[in-house]
């Protein structure tokens, strides 16, 4: 019989949905650190520690082959705003088809789907298109955005709903892990829930998700002080980008990324920020270490022109990095030796620095201007008048963050 483990809450339909979940995790192997309780609370889930975990223990390890994967569904929404998951006639994990009903049924239970409708802006705002166009074009070269953008175009409210709820929640499963506990796919990988790791919330800084010996996904972040909650880190995010896509202003962040733009060099070739942030991999030298999460991780030319995955304006305590960071991107693309004078080397990084921080700082006033225009003509909706709410105070932290930057002595 598998051991008790300790959930709390007032729900006693959802307490009773998690119970069986465990209990189904425990007999697949699971392993559940006798210092958890996972906390049902309305409709808020997480999971807390008895100790801090200093020492980095593992606190939670769930077999790959207890993950759901969305490929094995088809998936719709009744008038209620419940979620239906059908499991198709083939599936690649037939052990997970259990684990994602018990998913289903506990975000049933807790109205997850119907409380994400009213925090994800692109629902939310619906009705505010000129609004929803601004937002987007932060993101105007991201694959998740264009799609949430194509599906609000044409109207199809369902599936931009499920498709923003589950991309919110998924996580990107390689096909060697896959294979190795027996879950074949012809794809390079697969996208699929995480099980209760779902409970966790997000922590800039916080310890990722990672794999063990035994392929199993593996948690072993530390508790926060206070309230005893164990967070992880979801992604390589700012508050943009938690807000757009995980329905969040994520305040734990140290930096925002620039919103996709084209910036000029003073010889007038292109610099163009895709913001599709992705972490630097390349071994930096010692000098460059402490850039590493400031870095963009892809950098591509294309002649005399320059494309780079992301920049970041940093906070105070590490404002030095962006132009650090400006003066790689320069170096490592610079085929002709233009920058080997110093001084006009100097020039460009202030030249382009200026314009990042200007076009920035302008398209965040403008953002702000059509939110508190909404919010002026919006009286009697509360769910809107939140959303709009949770967009104005998105809007002003960037600003302060740039206006801090540009302030910065």
């Known amino acids: 019989m598998p051991k008790k483990v300790k959930i709390k809450g007032e729900n006693l339909k959802a307490i009773a949905i ?11 192997g699971t392993i559940i650190s006798d210092q958890l309780s996972f906390i049902v609370d309305h409709g808020h889930l997480s999971i807390r520690c008895e100790k801090s975990n200093v020492a980095k223990e593992t606190l939670l390890s769930i077999p790959l082959k207890c993950m759901p994967l969305l490929a094995d569904f088809d998936f719709s929404v009744t008038d209620e705003i419940q979620i239906i998951a059908q499991p198709k006639q083939t599936v690649l994990n037939k052990q997970g088809l259990r684990f994602m009903q018990l998913m289903i049924d506990l975000y049933n239970e807790t109205e997850k789907l119907k409380y994400w409708s009213g925090v994800f802006p692109i629902i939310a705002l619906k009705d505010h298109p000129k609004l929803i166009s601004v937002l987007l074009n932060a993101k105007a070269l991201n694959k998740k955005a264009n799609n949430f953008k194509n599906l609000y175009n044409n109207q199809q409210w369902d599936e931009l709903l499920l498709v923003s709820f589950f991309g919110s929640r ?12 027996g879950i074949n ?9 995480l099980n209760v790791i779902d409970f966790l919330n997000h922590q800039t800084g916080a310890n990722g998700y990672s794999f063990n010996a035994d392929n199993s996904l593996i948690i072993n972040s530390s508790a926060e002080i206070t309230t005893g909650e164990v967070y992880v880190e979801y992604n390589y995010l700012d508050p943009l980008m938690a807000y757009l896509f995980y329905g969040f202003v994520d305040l734990s962040s140290s930096w925002i990324f620039s919103v996709m733009l084209e910036l000029f060099t ?3 070739n292109s610099l163009l920020v895709m913001n599709n942030p992705v972490l630097n991999k390349a071994n930096l030298t010692q000098e460059l270490e402490s850039l590493n999460k400031y870095i963009p991780g892809d950098i591509q030319t294309n002649g005399v022109n320059i494309a780079v995955s992301h920049i970041v304006i940093p906070n105070n305590e590490n404002h030095a990095a962006l132009r650090k960071v400006i003066r ?8 002709v030796g233009r920058y080997k004078d110093a001084s006009y ?4 990084i202030l030249h382009i620095e200026k314009q990042l921080i200007e076009k920035n700082y302008g398209y965040w006033k403008t953002l702000e201007g059509e939110t508190e225009l909404a919010l002026l003509k919006t009286s009697n909706n ?3 008048r939140a959303a709009l709410t949770q967009l104005n105070n998105l809007t002003k932290i ?3 963050y740039i206006k801090n930057y540009v302030e910065h002595k």
């Open 18 to 28: 998690v119970r069986e979940l465990l209990d189904e995790l425990l007999l697949a």
């Open 170 to 181: 998924e996580f990107i499963y390689k096909a060697d892990k896959l294979s190795q506990s």
């Open 185 to 193: 796919t012809s794809n390079k990988s697969e996208k699929g829930l």
């Open 266 to 268: 003073l010889q007038g």
């Open 328 to 335: 790689y991107i320069l170096l490592t693309t610079d085929k």
């Open 345 to 348: 080397l100097q020039q460009e």
């Open 382 to 384: 509360e769910i809107v």
């Open 398 to 400: 960037n600003l302060q």
